[in-house]
């Protein structure tokens, strides 16, 4: 789990100013990526992994991963709020609104969540949708 933190909420400088907002978002995205790098770096070093693939729920297809299962991986993560500041609310979505959850796990092949969803357009795509992948998956 990373996150912006909530500190940038607290010091946000322009309420109701659009274009302030719009600025303060990118920047809370940019953080929530160095932070995902870090954490990533840092297991890669502390557990000498190889290759990786990540996996979020609610990130892509509903049908692969449901968002309502955060719940199920907040309680595997244990003091998330205490630890990092992170909260879950009812209806799964995580505060601060730039926080992410999920695995990372080892893999021998590429794999991206992506390539198993179907959202063409999608701003946080990485890697193009697979239907071979996506059957195999289905058909299991």
Do not use: Y
Request: with cysteine.
């Amino acid at each position: 789990m990373a996150t912006c933190g909530h500190e940038m909420d607290r010091a946000f400088p322009g309420k109701g100013d659009m274009l302030k907002e719009f600025w303060w978002d990118l920047i809370k995205t940019h953080l929530l990526g160095a932070a995902n790098k870090h954490l990533s770096d840092h297991l890669h070093r502390k557990f000498r992994l190889g290759k990786t693939a990540t996996m979020r729920p609610g990130s892509g297809d509903v049908s692969v991963w449901p968002i309502e299962q955060q719940k199920t991986l907040f309680s595997l993560l244990g003091s998330v709020e205490s630890d990092i500041g992170g909260q879950l609310t009812e209806s799964c979505l995580m505060v601060p609104n730039k926080t992410t959850s999920g695995l990372l796990f080892p893999t021998e092949t590429d794999f991206r969540s992506c390539e198993v969803c179907h959202r063409e357009n999608c701003p946080s795509r990485h890697a193009p949708f697979n239907k071979d992948l996506w059957e195999d998956i289905e058909h299991e």
